[in-house]
């Protein structure tokens, strides 16, 4: 079973730079995986922000940004906002299949 | 402006089938650049795709192995809508449900360069219950 993972919580302070990062348990994470990060705020559906590794969508701040990183898919959040403060997922293509990571819980502080 | 709009039961007993419908406005189910999404997402699970149908010429299903055996999605093309049942489900699969469109994406000169689920519903919070 693949498995995808996150790191389970972060803690940055507003103004400052934080980079979330989402791993393959079938080892580095390449462009071919097409990664897409999410954010959800409590009681709210996922909202997209990245697809394919490093593609915004037109409602994605600038202060959003998706790389590659050490073998895995990376969100970059630079300048945080308050309003920055949720749970952020990653999304990998295996083939047809798709797996969400666990999840992230971004607080700023 | 693309909003999918779901709709079904809030609660179902075990051993029944789930059933629940996306309507979608701004884009059509038979666009040959989309495919339509289900995704679930429980404490327990966290965010799992189910699965999706797209039409390329004809129709097609993916289905994640969780639940390829009890799981159909239709697309409608007369309502413009596509449809998720789930069957012989127990206090497992409570959850809430999600939809969501898959865009793919292409270049100027049609290289294919990745997917993106851009547009989710609101979410319909199923419990399976007796």
């Known amino acids: 079973q693949t498995v995808v993972t996150q790191e389970p919580s972060l803690t940055v302070s507003p103004g400052g730079t934080v980079t979330l990062t989402c791993a393959s348990s079938?080892?580095?994470?390449?462009?071919?995986?097409?990664p897409n990060w999410f954010q959800q705020k409590p009681g709210q559906a996922p909202r997209a922000l990245i697809y394919s590794t490093s593609n915004k969508h037109s409602w994605t701040p600038a202060r959003f940004s998706g790389s590659l990183l050490g073998g895995k898919a990376a969100l970059t959040l630079s300048g945080v906002q308050p309003e920055d403060e949720a749970e952020y997922y990653c999304l990998l293509y295996y083939g047809g299949a798709v797996v969400f990571g666990g999840g992230t819980k971004l607080t700023v502080l | 402006q693309v909003q999918l709009q779901q709709s079904g039961p809030g609660l179902v007993k075990p051993s029944q089938t789930l059933s629940l419908t996306c309507a979608i406005s701004?884009?059509?189910?038979?666009?040959?650049?989309?495919?339509w999404n289900w995704i679930r997402q429980s404490p327990s699970r966290g965010l799992e795709w189910l699965g999706r149908t797209y039409y390329r010429s004809k129709w097609y299903n993916d289905y994640a192995v969780s639940v390829k055996s009890r799981i159909t999605i239709n697309p409608d093309t007369s309502k413009n809508q596509f449809s998720l049942q789930l069957n012989s489900v127990t206090p497992e699969d409570t959850a809430v449900y999600y939809c969501?469109?898959?865009?793919?994406?292409?270049?100027?000169?049609?290289?294919?360069?990745?997917?993106?689920?851009?547009?989710w519903g609101q979410g319909t919070m199923v419990t399976v219950s007796s």
């Open positions: 701004g884009d059509s189910v038979s666009s040959n650049s989309a495919a």
């Open positions: 969501a469109r898959e865009l793919y994406y292409y270049d100027s000169s049609g290289y294919y360069f990745g997917n993106a689920f851009d547009i």
């Open positions: 079938t080892g580095a994470v390449t462009s071919g995986y097409y």
